[in-house]
């Protein structure tokens, strides 16, 4: 157990529609990422977020938001949602102290997205 | 080309063997990840690498930052090592994490 949770673990949805996934880092940890995992782009950096404010931007895509509140859990908006769109989501956590990547990252058990 | 190319993509060997999985990337980085992910699709840590070498237990990752390369070994290898292993680096001029494809690894007893 990494200490990172992230919930709902599954979720169906239809083409449209807009989903939230939720992520509580470890106890302590300042940063969280949010990663895409699909099947034929592998696992993608979407955004990282430092103490509540937004630290390095990946392929996130405009439909997509995120956000870190005062008590460091993260949330990941997904608006307008396409086939595509289906993914396993994942959260991590890091202490957020050193620079230059160097930091260990925790994973979450991730979220299973199926758009429909 | 990918930035980040792992080799070989799947790996079959016998319990007790010695594994080598192969990592190289073309960009400049600070730090390189190894990363596991199981079956059911949790992922963990394995080492951060920013130079030489590191152990733990039955895993080895080196790094040769001249050559833009990093290897995983994993020593008298046994079933329950049979997962994905992931390369990944993190580029410091845009400050994110590139990944590789994956090396499947099954290990047979």
């Known amino acids: 157990d990494s200490g990172v949770t992230q919930t709902p673990k599954h979720l169906i949805t239809a083409t449209g529609q807009r989903v939230t996934l939720r992520c509580s880092p470890r106890?302590?940890?300042?940063?969280v990422y949010w990663y895409q995992q699909s099947l034929d782009q592998g696992l993608q950096f979407l955004i990282q977020y430092y103490n509540g404010e937004e630290r390095a931007k990946g392929n996130i895509l405009e439909r997509f938001s995120a956000q870190q509140f005062p008590d460091l859990h993260s949330e990941l908006n997904l608006s307008s949602l396409e086939l595509g769109d289906s993914a396993l989501y994942f959260c991590?956590?890091?202490?957020?102290?050193?620079?230059?990547?160097?930091?260990?990252?925790?994973f979450g058990p991730g979220t299973r997205l199926t758009v429909l | 080309k990918n930035e980040v190319e792992q080799s070989p993509q799947n790996l079959t060997a016998q319990e007790g063997e010695f594994i080598t999985i192969n990592c190289s990337y073309s960009?400049?980085?600070?730090?390189l990840h190894w990363l596991q992910q199981h079956p059911g699709g949790g992922i963990v840590s394995l080492f951060m690498?920013?130079?030489g070498k590191k152990k733990h237990g039955r895993l080895i990752a080196t790094i040769n930052i001249q050559e833009k390369h990093s290897s995983l070994h994993i020593t008298a290898s046994h079933p329950r090592d049979s997962a994905v292993y992931i390369c990944?680096?993190?580029?410091?001029?845009?400050?994110?994490?590139?990944f590789g494809t994956g090396t499947r690894l099954t290990i047979i007893p």
């Open positions: 690498l920013s130079s």
């Open positions: 991590a956590s890091s202490v957020g102290v050193l620079a230059g990547g160097r930091d260990t990252q925790y």
């Open positions: 960009v400049g980085i600070s730090a």
């Open positions: 106890s302590g940890d300042l940063s």
């Open positions: 990944a680096v993190f580029n410091f001029g845009n400050e994110k994490l590139t």
